[in-house]
């Protein structure tokens, strides 16, 4: 497909989004076959006005949050951590979590950082091994010879 195909099949909307109307991927993203790969829609209009995305980066739709959308004023080049962070997935939900399950603050002196980068909540933690140890403790282990 060339540009001026892929130009036919943009759509401008009210809300400033130019809404790809062909093909769209397993994401939602617009996907043309252009120079010889499969691609996104948005990364062609970007590299049409911008030229390549650097190195390391991917396009995000900071504006709009819309897959369709292929308006270079609303996507920028962005690490692959920053789109996931900024994204509706699990990993984004826990980093930006501010509580653990129970209530107790995810900061400050609460705040533990497990040697993956999982953060923890002290206060759990401590509960946790405190009930692991009453039911673990030595003096209510029955040891094989001493069963009746």
């Known amino acids: ?3 001026n195909e892929i130009m036919k099949k943009l759509v401008k909307k009210k809300n400033g989004c130019i809404e790809w109307i062909g093909r769209y991927n397993g994401w939602g993203y617009g996907s043309v076959w252009f120079n010889g790969k499969e691609t996104v829609v948005h990364e062609v209009m970007w590299e049409r006005k911008h030229g390549p995305v650097p190195k390391g980066l991917l396009l995000d739709h900071i504006v709009c ?3 369709r ?3 270079n004023e609303h996507v920028k080049p962005v690490t692959c951590k920053a789109n996931v962070l900024r994204g509706k997935g699990i990993t984004a939900m826990k980093a930006r979590q501010t509580e653990c399950i129970r209530g107790h603050s995810l900061s400050g002196d609460n705040l533990y950082v497990k040697p993956d980068g999982h953060r923890a909540c002290k206060i759990c933690k401590r509960e946790r091994q405190i009930e692991y140890r009453k039911t673990h403790n030595s003096n209510n282990y029955v040891r094989p010879w001493e069963c009746e």
């Open 1 to 3: 497909m060339n540009i």
């Open 65 to 67: 949050d819309n897959p």
């Open 69 to 71: 959308c292929a308006n």
